[in-house]
């Protein structure tokens, strides 16, 4: 499943940002939806995860209380809406697709986005 991330950019401590991922050309119909991020000079870390069906959801510590992550069926459309940015949420940021029920390892999913960078200055 071809994913396209779009929505990132540069905000202050504090803002908000929503992340989109889109399907290219195939409907994400029976998979787990994740996002993850990579700071510079540290690995890629999970974020959150929903499943299609039905809607499931599942945070990192980090993130909860300030993102959610959300579909759109009807459009083939994941968001992260990200709140309360903080310097320490600057990273790249990637939707990836999994066909396993709870998956938060890097390795758990077959599908990648290229990335879109988040910046939040202090």
């Known amino acids: 499943v071809p994913l396209v991330e779009s929505g990132g950019g540069l905000v202050q401590a504090g803002d908000s940002l929503r992340l989109s991922c889109a399907a290219s050309?195939?409907?994400?119909?029976?998979?787990?939806l994740g996002w993850f991020r990579q700071a510079p000079g540290k690995e890629r870390e999970f974020v959150a995860y929903?499943?299609?069906?039905?809607?499931?959801?599942y945070y990192t510590d980090s993130v909860k209380g300030r993102f959610a992550i959300s579909r759109e069926n009807t459009r083939n459309m994941m968001y992260l809406q990200m709140n309360g940015l903080k310097p320490e949420d600057t990273a790249i940021y990637y939707c990836?697709?999994?066909?396993?029920?709870?998956?938060?390892?890097?390795?758990?999913?077959?599908?990648w986005g290229q990335g879109t960078q988040v910046t939040v200055s202090s």
């Open positions: 990836a697709a999994s066909s396993l029920q709870g998956p938060t390892r890097e390795y758990e999913y077959t599908s």
């Open positions: 050309g195939r409907t994400f119909s029976g998979y787990t």
């Open positions: 929903i499943r299609w069906s039905g809607g499931s959801t």
